[in-house]
Structures are given as structure tokens and as C-alpha cells.
């Protein structure tokens, strides 16, 4: 089973870079979307839906043309979430999921706090009241692929400016605390790409500042994180670079289930 997680920053702008046309040459079986935005209506038509999927969003209903996720699979699902029951996070359109038999394929977006304390507050927020549905998932016997921009870098492997960055939103101690003791040895959610690549530096994001592409001064802060029962099932993960449709790269793992 291959999934792709993909921050889009405008799902509209990244199909205009030729993003569906290089889709269908993937092979994908799920493909996880964040930053749609955009409204559903305006992402219909075959310039949006590849032959062969289905595609489930839930977009922000808070203002147009802000955040929103989205699904698309090649096999039906059986049931589609798209709320976890706390309308300050819900209606910013951040989370959906896919339901496929014992296994869930989540599209997560979680905030960032780059813009100002207010933000930052909020994803703190965000933070401590997703941890304890994160620890009932884990606890559940359903397995999971949790697929998104989590906005947070767990370690210097993942920053290519370590030391300038500290005080900054998505590289704060708080944070990569917050998700290293998520993704605990043995017990917790599993950093797929990590798990393959325990000592490789690779980034997801750039900024468009300066050349930061160009000399790949980037953040790995796109994940797919996985219940324990599926770390053996890893099979090969990949950060796709190029072509660019995005300030983020599409991450895609290969599962053996």
C-alpha cells in the first residue's frame, strides 16, 4: 500500500504545476492533502480527480481559500471522519479520515505559530488537547497512518539551521518535546521515515525566502506517523523533491499490508 502525504499550499496552484498529471504516474492507494485552500465545489472536474479515486474533504469553514484536507483512494473507504469534536480546530478544516477495515489514513494539518503569539497560543492549545485522543488511538488495536504537516521538527537531523532556530515556532524545546515523546521507542507512534532513515538529513519544507530550495536550507516537518504493528510492515519511504508544486515535497511510504 503506498500513501503520499502532500501540503499542497493551494491545491488549485499546485494543479496548475502539473501535480495530478504526476500523481497518476504514482501508483498511489491513498493520497493525504493538506492546505487545500479551497471550497469543494471549486475542486471538482476531471483536473482535480485523477481517474480511478475518490476524493473526501472537509474544508475550512472559518474564512475561504484557508487551510482544508483532503482524501483521495482507490478503494472506497468505509467510513469518512471528518471531526473530532472541538469546533476551534475542526472548522479550520485539519483533520479528516479514511476508514479501511482495521485501518485509518489521517489527513492532519496542524497549526503553526509563526505568524505571532496568538497563533503560537493556539497551537499549544491544539497540542494538549490532541494528546489524549493520539494515546487512545494508539491504545485502540486499529492501526494508523497519521499523514500531514505537523509544523514541528523533532531533531537537529531535521532542521538544516539547528542553533538559529530555537526560538522559533516549529523548532521550540516545547514542541519537539511534545512529539519526540509521541514517537517513544517501542511503544509510540513510529516516524516512518525516521525508522527507515535513522541518521539521514532530508527536508519536506522551504521557505520561499532567498534560495533556501536551491541550497536545500529546509525542515522535515511533513510525517507520516504509524501505530507499532506497522513498523515491520515498512517497506521503502521517499521525499520527492522535484518536479516543485509546492513550498513542501510529497512524502510517500510503502506499506506491506
Known sequence: ??????????????????????????????LCVQETKAQEHQLTGPAFLPDGYRAFFRDAITK???????????????EVRTALGWAPFDDEGRYIEARFGNLSVVSFYIPSGSSGELRQG?????????????????????DYVLCGDWNIVRSRLDIKNWTSNQKNSGCLPPERDWLNGMCAEDSGWVDTYRALHPDRQ???WWSNRGAARANDVGWRIDYQLATPGLRDKLRACSILKDPRFSDHAPFCVDYDV
Open 64 to 78: 475561504k481559500g484557508y487551510s482544508g484536507v483532503a482524501i483521495y483512494a482507490k478503494r472506497e473507504p468505509d
Open 202 to 204: 532530508d527536508y519536506t
Open 1 to 30: 500500500m503506498r500513501i503520499i502525504s502532500f501540503n499542497a499550499n493551494g491545491l488549485r496552484s499546485a494543479a496548475t504545476k502539473g501535480f495530478f498529471d504526476w500523481f497518476k504516474t504514482q501508483n498511489a492507494d491513498v
Open 122 to 142: 493556539f497551537k499549544f492549545e491544539v497540542m494538549d488537547w490532541l494528546k489524549p485522543i493520539l494515546d487512545q488511538w494508539l491504545a485502540s488495536g486499529r
